[in-house]
């Protein structure tokens, strides 16, 4: 749990292509990124399985985690150090907690209440958003910056800000004192991946 704080990185389809996925990421580890998330929406089952290995041993050899989005059944299977679920996996969160060892995160928008009854649940840690329009999901609902305070406030579990961050509003975001900051385009599209991650990690 002591992992959960800093800059978290989640790779993307299109900005972190096969290719180059695995340098991208060392870089940003080298420059500070203590959590990175695999999101694959569109890779074979096989595929995401090989990234998920290859890019957990990655992390352990920076001391950073490793997060596999909503492939629940591979997370259990690879024991990944942790597993994010979105709302498609809401209501079968407890069946979850119970096959996953890991540390489990869930996606809260903007709702608090929700969040309550996710940590009550067994959640290990929440993400509040979109803040600002996000490049990567421009239809997301835009979320009041309070709801950070409001969250802080209300849970005893880990908090992280995510959507749209950058290094324009990214004080503004860090003002609500969050204890992760969730970031995709900005890292990704920087011509200079391990100093804009540091640019970030060096907040906390």
């Known amino acids: 749990m002591s992992k959960l704080k800093g800059l978290y990185v989640i790779t993307d389809d299109n900005l972190t292509p096969d290719k180059s996925i695995y340098d991208q990421v060392e870089q940003s580890l080298k420059g500070g990124a203590s959590i990175v998330q695999l999101r694959d929406k569109h890779s074979s089952d096989e595929l995401v399985m090989q990234k998920a290995v290859k890019l957990q041993k990655l992390c352990h050899s920076y001391g950073a985690f490793f997060v596999l989005n909503d492939k629940i059944e591979l997370a259990i299977e690879l024991g990944c150090d942790g597993l994010h679920i ?71 579990i880990p908090i992280c800000a995510i959507g749209g961050l950058n290094t324009t509003n990214i004080k503004s975001v860090m003002e609500q004192k969050p204890d992760m900051v969730s970031l995709i385009s900005d890292i990704w599209s920087s011509e200079d991946i391990l100093t804009r991650s540091r640019f970030y990690a060096e907040k906390f």
């Open 86 to 156: 979105g709302k498609s996996d809401h209501e079968r969160f407890s069946e979850i907690r119970e096959s996953f060892k890991g540390v489990i995160g869930v996606s809260c928008y903007g709702d608090v209440e929700m969040a309550k009854e996710f940590e009550k649940k067994g959640a290990d840690y929440v993400a509040f958003g979109s803040f600002f329009t996000s490049p990567t999901k421009p239809n997301s609902n835009i979320v009041p910056l309070e709801t950070l305070r409001k969250a802080k406030e209300a849970l005893n």
